[in-house]
RNA sequence: GCUCCCUUCGUCUAUCGGUUAGGACGCGAGAUUUUCAUUCUUGAAAGAGGGGUUCGAUUCCCCUAGGGAGCGCCA
């Protein structure tokens, strides 16, 4: 690992811990620090923050490269492994232990337990100076394990000088001798971090406002080493639609939900860039253009909300502009995360945004039998042909925000007949939709070609010719070809369908 | 409790002391239309409250209220 800012440009660092996800909140931060690499000619480099043994999870740390790699958002190199360099944090620990900016403290858990709860009782600030500051280590007891604590400064400030926080001042007496070793010999967080990005040359370190006051105390172990801190931005944090921080209750927290219900990585980097940072009026940017246009100080400092309904109508403008073949692509490879079983038994809150991986679950469960998955889906449409799904896009994408909406849609292609109509596909098909029917179908296969346009033209002479309204005579065809009340164009069913089997499902509903 | 931060339409935001406070989502109305959408036109909708500074405050300062984050041998 070797300092690469000598020329000027921009190291950064994305650095999660292995909790099990990444988490959308995460995956804005990481966008942030990716597109600042990107706009300034600079690395974005990933470390996981795995000292926590109790917490090491190599399938978290699989999960984390995999929500990145799907929101395409590319990083130099290996990701590090914060655990495998403790070592190097247990040097810079005995190097501050030896210039005098830290020292070994032999406080205990209870008796620190014991200070906090006095504390609290007092109803007074705890800031932990330990005895062992000034005490000389001679006096240590005995086969008592020790600790090693930063001998922060107890009087002036400490600045954060934050280009999205502006000048954050702390004042030191306020901040206390962190840990940087514990008593087992192995370094904290602050400690890890600091001499993490220190030796991988990271000139920017963008993260969330959670790690603010972080940033006054790494700004003092820095400060203990003689080493430049790098230029901070805390970046606001992303709530729920309540303004509440964002958990379980607000639906998808994971990147790898979003994945499912169906956004294109391209719309939700779109939405996530909008949420803290702009650029005048526009909202609808190509990543050339945020590559272009982005910059950190141009971030806001205030929270903002995450608004699905923004989402749906971003994602809904890029399933339109994306060429069919991609968004083919796109769904081959989002169905087989699908278990549709496991979606209905998903407690939901109520007040949660609906999810459009459910409502196509919903919709498999209802329509198709013995379907449980979206790889039996794909099976399903691999023996219709994913040209049948290919040919239904066009008229498909005008009316999805979603994939899986994108899918509900194409559904009538692979439902088998006779076709289980819902409510009000039934009440279309009364007994004059059923003569009319009857009259229809000679009509249609009286046609030479079954194209949309043909079949457009032949049904709308039929209506002209027997009087009645085109509705009258398309909405009992969508019922009876897709067993809806809802669906693209009847004639562009017709089509995707093919002669055989739209005959056989209008002849299912004529009798 | 202590420390730090935030506050423009319901939501995301523009405004770098002088604007009829703009755009987008959502919502309402209308047009197109075989359903649903798409598309187009259009309407309603905001400077938390109170003090200053200033010829003039959404913009600068202070207070109040509300919200958030942090206060571990977690990260």
Redesign the pocket.
């Known amino acids: 690992m070797t300092k690469t800012n000598e020329s000027g440009k921009p190291v950064v660092r994305f650095a ?2 292995p909790t099990g996800y990444l988490h959308i909140g995460g995956a804005r931060t990481a966008l942030f620090n990716w597109l600042y690499a990107k706009a300034k000619g600079g690395t974005f480099l990933l470390r996981i ?4 043994r109790e ?1 090491n999870n190599p399938a978290a740390v699989a999960a984390i490269l995999d929500g990145l790699t799907w929101l395409e958002l590319d990083w130099t190199g290996e990701p590090v492994s ?1 655990f495998s360099r403790a070592d190097r944090h247990r040097q810079i620990a005995e190097a501050l232990l030896a210039s005098g900016n830290a020292y070994k ?1 032999y ?3 209870a008796e ?1 337990d014991e200070m ?1 709860k006095a504390a609290e009782a007092a ?6 100076r330990s005895p062992w500051r000034d005490r000389d280590p001679a006096e240590a007891p005995k086969g008592v ?3 090693i604590r930063l001998r922060a400064p107890s009087d002036g400030e400490t600045v954060v000088d934050d280009s999205v ?2 000048r ?4 030191n007496k ?1 901040l ?1 001798d ?2 940087i070793l ?3 010999g ?1 370094p ?3 400690l ?1 971090v600091v001499v993490d990005d220190h030796d991988m040359g990271i000139t920017h370190v963008v993260r ?7 940033a006054a105390r790494q700004t003092q172990i820095y400060n203990g080493m003689s080493w430049t801190a790098p230029v901070w931005a805390h970046v ?2 992303i ?1 729920g ?1 309540d ?3 964002l958990s379980k209750r607000h639906g998808a927290q994971g990147i790898e939900d979003y994945r499912d219900m169906g956004y294109l990585p391209v719309a939700l980097r779109n939405y996530l860039v ?5 650029h ?2 526009d ?1 609808i940017m190509s990543s050339e253009q945020l590559i272009a246009w982005f910059d950190i100080t ?1 971030i ?8 699905f ?2 989402l ?3 994602n ?2 890029y399933i ?1 502009i994306t060429p069919d073949a991609e968004l083919l692509k796109r769904i081959k490879s989002m169905l087989p995360h699908l278990n549709f079983t496991a979606l209905l038994e998903l407690t939901v809150d109520p007040k949660a945004p609906p999810r459009s991986d459910v409502a196509l679950a919903r919709d498999v469960i209802t329509q198709l039998p013995k379907v449980a998955t979206g790889q039996d889906v794909c099976a399903l449409f691999e023996a219709k042909g994913w040209d049948r799904l290919a040919a239904a896009l066009p008229s498909l994408k ?3 925000k979603t994939l899986a909406e994108l899918v509900t849609g194409a559904l009538y292609i692979v439902t088998a007949r006779p076709l289980a109509l819902d409510d009000k596909a039934a009440k279309l098909i009364d007994a004059e939709a059923k003569a009319m029917l009857v009259a229809l179908i000679p009509r249609l296969e009286a046609c030479t070609s079954w194209s949309a346009a043909d079949l ?1 033209t032949a049904v709308k002479a039929f209506a002209e010719e027997t009087g009645a ?3 009258k005579v ?2 009992p ?2 019922a009876a070809l897709t067993g809806r ?8 069913v017709m089509a995707v369908l093919g002669r055989d089997e739209s005959l056989a499902r209008l002849k299912d509903q004529a009798v």
């Open positions: 999660p811990s923050e795995d000292t926590d917490r914060q403290c406080l205990t858990s620190l906090r109803k007074q600030p705890l800031t932990i394990p020790h600790t926080q502006g954050v001042t702390f004042a306020d206390d962190l840990i514990r008593s087992d192995n904290t967080y602050n890890a969330g406002v959670d790690h603010l006051t972080n606001p944090l709530h639609a303004g509440a921080k909008r949420l803290g940072w702009s005048g009026d909202e141009d806001n400092k205030s929270a903002s909300r995450f608004d309904k923004k749906d109508d971003l809904g403008h339109r005008e009316r999805a457009e309204k085109l509705g398309a909405q065809l969508r009340s809802v669906s693209p164009p009847v004639f562009d």
